[in-house]
């Protein structure tokens, strides 16, 4: 099994930076890629961004593109999402979930059902 674990929530305010990390551990070889999702109050959980674990391929949601950068540490099995000029619409849990099946990730990589793992979320906040 693969289990992945988030850090570096926060509370910031509008217009600053924050890089969220993944860690995943265990049968990491079993990985084929990993995304970036965002719940906020009240709203349903959406696809931010993904990236193939082994050829750092990246994917973003069209609004997310820009602004949140997605990237790997192949050797400490981190995944990371950069966040810049941040706004309190991206006020959200944050949570990262990984997928071991290449044609349901290139089919279907924003929806939730496609990822067999998730992270616990973590709590990012943007005041204005």
């Known amino acids: 099994q693969v289990q992945l674990v988030e850090s570096g929530g926060g509370m910031v305010q509008t217009g600053d930076s924050l890089r969220l990390s993944c860690t995943a551990s265990g049968r990491t070889f079993m990985i084929y890629a990993m995304s970036w999702f965002r719940q906020a109050p009240g709203k349903e959980r959406e696809f931010v961004g993904g990236?193939?674990?082994?050829?750092?391929?990246?994917y973003y949601r069209d609004s997310m593109e820009g602004r949140f950068t997605i990237s790997r540490d192949s050797v400490k099995n981190t995944m990371y999402l950069q966040m810049s000029g941040l706004k309190p619409e991206d006020t959200a849990v944050y949570s990262c979930?990984?997928?071991?099946?290449?044609?349901?990730?290139?089919?279907?990589?924003?929806?939730?059902?496609?990822?067999?793992?998730w992270g616990q979320g973590t709590q990012v906040t943007v005041s204005s």
């Open positions: 979930a990984a997928n071991r099946d290449p044609s349901t990730f290139y089919s279907r990589r924003s929806e939730s059902s496609t990822y067999d793992t």
């Open positions: 990236l193939t674990w082994n050829s750092e391929k990246t």
